[in-house]
């Protein structure tokens, strides 16, 4: 079946240092990729995503590229801000039915003045 | 912004009670889902909807049963509440005209068991 596999957190950053999140998958076919980021409180918000190999989501100076060759989706932003502390999920939908998206164990990001 | 909404947005309640949580859109979606959050684990699917009276198991269904009888509303009921179902429960819409199965999610319901 399918699966997602990101780093542990939490992971702790002072402000302007740069970001990378690993994620990597497992599915069949081909899936569009997410990642998603939840602040306290709230509801998870699409972050950015990516329907097919070499495509490049961004979004709020984040960005992930679609390797298909190394099944991963890594999540990238250069200078980091105390309000992008929040929890970062990577996400993967294969092309079957039902719509179904599978997360992965979440990222647990702060952000330190 | 999806138009979903979640009640009660918390709750506390007793082993062996039953509860109802309801999910409501208003942007005429089909598929709709529920889904629980737990430290460690991220988002689990529970059950998934693809219409009125349609719906199917997820990957922990257990305990948990749905319904939906209008396109807006989807329930989750825990027939007999247990500690081991307190969690942040997040309901899900898809939108389709988007395509490629992006997901907007309500603000989420916390239950606690005791």
């Known amino acids: 079946g399918n699966s997602v596999t990101q780093m542990e957190g939490p992971v702790t950053l002072s402000e302007e240092a740069f970001l990378t999140i690993n994620c990597t998958y497992t599915?069949?076919?081909?899936?569009?990729l997410f990642w998603y980021v939840q602040y306290p409180g709230e509801g998870l918000q699409l972050l950015l995503k990516a329907t097919k190999a070499d495509d490049k989501g961004s979004n709020k100076g984040f960005e992930a590229t679609y390797r298909k060759e190394t099944t991963s989706f890594h999540l990238e932003k250069g200078s980091v801000q105390v309000s992008d502390s929040a929890v970062y999920f990577c996400a993967l939908s294969d092309s079957g039915g039902y719509q179904k998206v599978t997360f992965g164990t979440g990222t647990k990001l702060q952000v330190i003045p | 912004d999806a138009g979903i909404t979640q009640s009660p947005r918390h709750k506390v309640t007793e082993t062996g009670t039953p509860v109802t949580l309801r999910c409501h859109q208003t942007?005429?979606?089909?598929?709709m889902y529920w889904y629980r959050q737990d430290p460690g684990h991220g988002l689990r699917l529970i059950h998934y909807?693809?219409?009125?009276?349609?719906?199917d198991k997820g990957e922990v269904s257990d305990g948990y049963s749905v319904s939906r009888s209008k396109t807006e509303d989807f329930l989750l009921t825990l027939e007999s509440a247990t500690s081991s179902q307190t969690s942040v429960y997040f309901c899900?819409?898809?939108?389709?005209?988007?395509?490629?199965?992006?997901?907007?999610f309500g603000p989420g319901t916390r239950l606690t068991v005791l």
């Open positions: 942007e005429n979606h089909r598929y």
């Open positions: 599915a069949t076919g081909y899936p569009s």
């Open positions: 909807s693809y219409g009125v009276k349609d719906t």
């Open positions: 899900a819409i898809n939108e389709e005209n988007k395509g490629h199965n992006e997901q907007f």
